[in-house]
């Protein structure tokens, strides 16, 4: 991209995720000239470099292993398959630079100044880059906004340095496939990043400090993904923790101790540390520059996405919670909006989140429990996928859709889908929720048959009492099969 002049650029983006760069083609989009500062090659951030795309491409791999072995049922049967771990690296990769590169190519193409570096204030209109070809260079803004994501947060007293301790990051460099290994944490990454390894070939223990997988997430979803994980992993420990882990020379000790249980020692050939992220902040200059940090290192934003330094904002994970892309985004655009002039704020009333695991699990609007913390009155209708066509034609009955509605109202709140492209279905949910969809409103729209999204439809019509697809003896008033 071209080399920078010396005028003060009139928006600096600190940081090229999906925050970041969204933020930056939106700014030249609408005519801003804009800098855009990170360390990579090219545009993509953790994402996907090291995040959502790569594994995404490996789970996408890992279900061809679970299907194929599945199709013995169907009369299609499949021998074991040889797994070529430098090639499924490498089409990995591939995918991630095809993508990378071609953000590259958008940038160039809106005229953004592309700086391999990173920055750290100096003032709030003045910053440091040191490039990573040419040393440090000084820039001068108007406007910047911080886009630097988050970091896998470590566990203390262990060696994160060692070959044998992998954050996400590590594991999906898939340097190898370790025949036991041990996952600290049940969230998002343990689960995901243990399905792949486990169809690779991986024995999986994994350990979870609290009394459920995916904290957070209602508990009847979750349910229902827990029994194919319990054939997929070999142990599932929760209420455990791990409280040592020894370097050998081939390997790892961990000592691991349940609630009530006495400790016990394990070995495993690699660990992966999947405990949470925290945000990126270290080394920023934010205090000369006046932006004000939570005690968890969460720039403290407005709802505009402002910090405490007026013409500075930040976007996406060092913004605080939900740690998403698709949310970084949508402040990045928030953002350069409120940099152009035009009135915005970040004010979605669902934002949706998927767990890509086999099944899938995604929710959008309010769950059960933020329901009852927040005393709204709510009734939930659930919909099996047992009842669905769709469901058994690719022969996945394991799946549930379910609907949150405001009880006075019938108006969707919330809702909750766990079974196979349940992450692609989710975006229904959103829409519902935005729009301020009611129950009638799902009921009548008409969805294409045979598909999974019928089951949204359907549950819409059994809690007025009849669906379809599901005898309700009790039609008269609305029911929870
Ligand atoms: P997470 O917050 O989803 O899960 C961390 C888990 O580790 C929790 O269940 C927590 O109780 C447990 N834990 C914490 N300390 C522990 C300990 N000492 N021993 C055992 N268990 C412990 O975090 P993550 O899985 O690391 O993912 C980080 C974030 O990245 C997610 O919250 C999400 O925002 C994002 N992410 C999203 C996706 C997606 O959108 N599909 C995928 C991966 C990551």
Redesign the pocket.
């Known amino acids: 991209m071209d080399e920078k002049t010396t005028d003060p650029a009139e928006i600096v983006i600190i940081g090229a995720g999906p925050g970041g760069y969204a933020a930056a083609f939106l700014a030249a989009d609408l005519g801003l000239d804009v800098t855009l500062i990170d360390p990579n090659k090219n545009p993509g951030g953790v994402c996907l470099y090291r ?2 795309i790569p ?2 491409a490996l789970l996408n791999a890992s279900r061809l292993i679970r299907e194929a072995d599945a199709a013995g049922e169907m009369g299609i049967a499949f021998t074991k398959p040889k797994i070529d771990i430098h090639k499924l690296r490498s089409w990995k990769n591939g995918v991630v630079t095809k993508l990378t590169d071609g953000l590259g190519r958008l940038g160039n193409q809106r005229k953004i100044d592309y700086i391999r570096g990173k920055a750290k204030f100096k003032g709030n209109h003045i910053l440091d880059v040191h490039t990573v070809e040419n040393g440090t260079r000084e820039l001068s803004f108007q406007h910047a906004v911080i886009a630097t994501g ?1 970091q ?2 470590e ?1 203390s007293g262990v060696d994160h340095g060692s070959p044998y301790i992998l954050d ?1 990051e590590a594991a999906l460099e898939l340097e190898d496939i370790p025949k036991k290994l041990l996952i ?9 990043l243990g399905t792949v390894y486990a169809s690779l070939g991986s024995k999986i223990t994994l ?4 009394s ?5 997430v209602d508990r009847d979803l979750v349910r229902v993904l827990r029994k194919p994980l319990d054939r997929l992993f070999e142990t599932i420990a929760l209420n ?3 409280q040592d882990l020894k370097i050998l020379k081939n390997g790892i000790k961990a000592t691991l101790k349940g609630l009530d249980a006495e400790a016990t020692q394990k070995r495993f050939d690699k660990v992966l ?5 925290r945000p990126d902040t270290k080394d920023l200059g934010l205090e000369v520059a006046g932006i004000s940090v939570n005690s968890k290192g969460i720039i403290k934003v407005d709802s505009q996405c402002r910090t405490t330094a007026d013409n500075i904002f930040a976007i996406g ?1 060092v913004a605080g ?5 698709h949310k970084a985004s949508h402040q990045g655009r928030v953002a350069v909006e409120v940099i152009a002039g035009r009135k915005s704020a970040f004010e979605p009333i669902a934002i949706p ?4 695991t086999d099944p899938e699990i995604a929710w959008a609007g309010l769950t059960e429990a933020r329901a009852k913390e927040m005393g709204i009155e709510f009734q939930t209708v659930r919909f099996p996928w047992a009842a669905s066509g769709r469901a058994m034609t690719i022969g996945r009955t394991d799946g549930l859709t379910k609907l949150l509605l405001e009880k006075q109202t019938e108006r969707v709140i919330g809702v909750g889908i766990v079974g196979p492209h349940a ?1 692609e279905m989710i975006a229904e949910g959103v829409l519902a929720i935005e729009m301020a969809a009611n129950t009638t409103d799902l009921k009548l729209t008409v969805h294409p048959h045979p598909t999974l999204t019928e089951t949204v439809q359907e549950a819409a019509e059994l809690f007025s009492g009849t669906a379809t697809h599901y005898f309700s003896p009790n039609k008269a008033g609305h029911r929870n099969p």
Do not use: N
């Open positions: 995040g959502c594994s995404k988050s896998s947060a566990l996400s600290v944490g049940g969230g998002y990454i343990g689960l995901e350990v979870e400090i609290t459920g997988l995916l904290p957070g455990t923790s791990v540390v999947a405990v949470g992220r994970d919670e939900p740690m998403l892309a989140a998927v767990v890509f992450g």
